[in-house]
């Protein structure tokens, strides 16, 4: 099933990245879907940290923690793609726009929910502490969706979710939302790796854990 | 459309491939990060039952 998925992921992202053939614009194809998902996941992350505030639900927990890496990652990608795009058409790596600014500010939340979680030992008590942190920084996600029509600065305006039609042609617009797609894809595989992990670590005791690794299946 | 001109990317090559190895590093590093660790937990575990 891995495998499938794998293979899946594989084609949905392999295809559209040699379907348009172009030049600097081509980095948007895995721009935006990062940008997208660094919102995306954050949302997931605040809403499974909710969920195990409330509830006290255990996976919910994980899910939330296991998140932040990836989440993380698809931000710095962001970040790091956008300021490859920038330099050629731009003329400069980075400006303290509206846009890029808070979406650095995005990157120091995750890295502030990983932090945290770190420095406290007892995972119940450093999951709530998350969640908490989690949270308060969904005020960032409205900012940062709505930074390019809020202040008109060097970062150009949505050309996708726009109520009307979007002004991105359709042959580079299906390879965009594969993409989206694929990254989306990617994040499950990536969260369910994740998780794995840290519910073995958080279970070590447990009766199910120690049968597995009697058993050593992996 | 040669295999040159695709790797050259109107000029925009350096660019455009620094973003897509850097993404597919990255990518790449979340799956096989937790997998190693997975089986890190095992080996660990299996050392402290003996």
């Known amino acids: ?24 614009y081509r980095i948007i194809y895995i721009h935006v879907p990062s940008a997208w998902m660094s919102l995306f996941i954050y949302m997931v992350m605040a809403i499974a940290g909710a969920i195990g505030l409330i509830w006290r639900i255990k996976l919910a927990e994980i899910v939330a923690i296991s998140s932040a890496p990836i989440g993380a990652s698809f931000t ?22 509206a846009r890029l600014t808070s979406e650095l500010i995005l990157l120091f939340l995750y890295l502030g929910v990983i932090g945290l979680y770190g420095a406290i030992d007892d995972k119940r008590v450093a999951s709530k502490a998350v969640a908490i942190l989690a949270l308060v920084g969904v005020v960032n996600i409205p900012v940062i969706h709505y930074s390019v029509e809020w202040w008109n600065t060097l970062h ?5 979710t726009k109520m009307d039609k979007p002004s991105i042609h359709v042959s580079m617009l ?3 939302l594969l993409m989206a797609l694929s990254f989306k894809l990617y994040y499950l595989i990536a969260l369910i790796q994740r998780v794995r992990v840290e519910l073995l670590q958080r279970e070590r005791n447990s009766q199910w854990v120690k ?4 058993e050593n299946k992996q | 459309m040669s295999l040159q001109e695709f790797f050259a990317m109107g000029g925009y090559g350096l660019y455009v491939w620094t973003s897509y190895g850097l993404t597919f590093v990255v990518l790449l590093a979340n799956i096989i990060i937790p997998v190693i660790q997975r089986k890190q937990f095992f080996v660990n575990a299996l050392k402290k039952k003996r």
Not at chain 1, 156 to 160: A, K, L, Y
Not at chain 1, 211 to 214: I, P, Q, R, W
Request: charged share 5%; aromatic share 18%; hydrophobic share 50%.
């Open chain 1, 211 to 214: 049968a597995m690794v009697l």
């Open chain 1, 76 to 97: 710095f990608i962001a970040l790091f793609t956008g300021s490859l795009w920038g330099k050629p058409m731009w003329g400069t790596w980075w400006v303290w726009d």
């Open chain 1, 156 to 160: 150009q305006g949505p050309t996708v």
């Open chain 1, 174 to 176: 299906i390879p965009l």
């Open chain 1, 1 to 24: 099933m891995l495998l499938t998925a794998a293979g899946l992921y594989g084609g949905l992202y392999l295809a559209p990245a040699d379907y348009q053939q172009g030049d600097s």
